[in-house]
């Protein structure tokens, strides 16, 4: 059974960073964290 987008709640779907988004640096780190496949170096 699948889940209509319109019942996901937009606060725990987190979307990839894209080219020319304009986003807070809280959205942008929010995002950024939840890329797992960048490797990140520290």
Do not use: Q, W
Request: glycine residues 2%; aromatic residues 10%.
């Amino acid at each position: 059974m699948m889940i209509s987008p319109k019942f996901l709640n937009p606060f725990l779907t987190i979307l990839p960073l894209e080219n020319g988004d304009r986003l807070s640096r809280a959205e942008f780190e929010r995002r950024y964290n939840a890329m797992t496949a960048v490797k990140k170096l520290n």
